[in-house]
């Protein structure tokens, strides 16, 4: 080594650097000027790569995709509560404990005014109670949305 303290010379550095594997050279000048490139390992071409479009698949039908059915199927067996409300009214204890057969209850609505549908609790529809077969049923008139909540608030 050289005669400073832990330093080295150029010709040393170059030895050093011969020994590590032939043409790799120190960058020359102590201003750090960056060494010009080596020919050694050429740059990708990145204009011939093999470059297509993508192309989605085509969608199918409900039945091509396992169906509506099948989806359906999925909830068949949910059990939901579902209650039709003629009308309400408001009776002391003492009024209901007198109900007998044949009790007229009177009710806030009148006839031909809509009942409402209620699912699991929930106001779904409105409706028009009909006698079908010996048999009540409500024909559905008007789905309830719900309100959806303002953007602001």
């Known amino acids: ?3 400073d303290e832990g330093l080295l010379d150029q010709s040393e550095i170059e030895q050093l650097f011969g020994s590590m594997g032939g043409d790799a050279q120190p ?27 993508f192309q989605t698949p085509e969608l199918g039908s409900a039945e091509q995709a396992g169906g509506l059915d099948d989806d359906l199927s ?36 009148l006839a031909g005014d809509p009942v409402d549908v209620y699912v699991n609790g929930q106001l ?9 077969n010996d048999n009540f049923c409500v024909r559905i008139s008007e789905i309830i949305g ?4 303002e953007a602001g608030s």
Not at 81 to 98: F, H, Q
Not at 124 to 132: D, K, P, S, W
Not at 146 to 149: G, H, I, L, V
């Open 146 to 149: 719900r309100d959806k909540p």
């Open 124 to 132: 779904l529809a409105r409706g028009e109670v009909l006698v079908l």
């Open 27 to 53: 960058d020359q000048g102590a201003a750090g000027a960056p060494a010009p490139p080596s020919d050694a390992a050429p740059a990708p071409n990145i204009g011939q790569l093999d470059v297509q479009p």
């Open 1 to 3: 080594m050289g005669g």
């Open 74 to 109: 999925l909830i068949a067996d949910v059990d939901l509560n579902v209650r039709v409300e003629l009308g309400r009214t408001r009776m002391y204890i003492e009024d209901v404990l007198k109900l007998r057969d044949g009790s007229i209850v009177p009710l806030e609505k």
